[in-house]
């Protein structure tokens, strides 16, 4: 069996004028969902082994106070910044490709990719964990699709969504 996080970058700053959407940082809100999150996460035993996220700054400072448990192999990837949710599979599937052994991967990303591939992914699911994941994906949000699998094999609509978490029901 195999797992899948799909975490949505925490709430970040809108940019002043003339700086780059990449260099967005995490606002205030952002910081105390991602660490709400992270405790979050420690209580439910969910770790994942491999953690693919994008080189954006509010991406960054999401995995870095949503603060994982080590140890963990972290790998940038542009894709989950510039490209769309086809991308984001394919790097999970490569993810399972490189690393065989590996039954677990996050991904740290940004919208509207996060929800589309979620939904593309998830065919079955836990029935209280669909009303927060159908009504948008949120800030902050994370959602874990579990696969009979291994994480090379992916295909949409054959996983099944475990659980979702929204840092804001518990702020």
């Given at each position: ?12 700053v ?42 954006a700054i ?13 140890p963990?192999?972290?790998?940038e ?40 591939l ?21 800030t ?10 291994p ?15 929204s ?5």
């Amino acid at each position: 069996m195999s797992q899948v996080y799909l975490l949505r970058h925490a709430k970040a700053v809108w940019p002043s004028p003339g700086q780059k959407d990449f260099d967005r940082v995490l606002d205030k809100d952002g910081i105390e969902a991602a660490e709400v999150l992270g405790k979050e996460l420690r209580r439910s035993g969910l770790k994942p082994e491999i953690v693919l996220c994008s080189p954006a700054i509010r991406a960054r400072q999401t995995l870095e106070y949503v603060d994982i448990e080590p140890p963990f192999i972290l790998e940038e990837s542009e894709k989950l910044y510039s490209a769309g949710p086809d991308a984001y599979l394919m790097a999970i599937r490569l993810t399972g490709l490189k690393h065989e052994a590996a039954n677990s991967v996050m991904l740290v990303g940004h919208n509207p990719m996060m929800e589309e591939l979620a939904t593309a992914l998830a065919g079955r699911g836990n029935p209280p964990s669909h009303p927060t994941f159908v009504a948008g994906f949120p800030t902050a949000g994370l959602a874990v699709i579990q696969f009979d699998v291994p994480l090379a094999e992916i295909r949409p609509g054959t996983g099944t969504l475990h659980a979702f978490f929204s840092p804001s029901e518990h702020l």
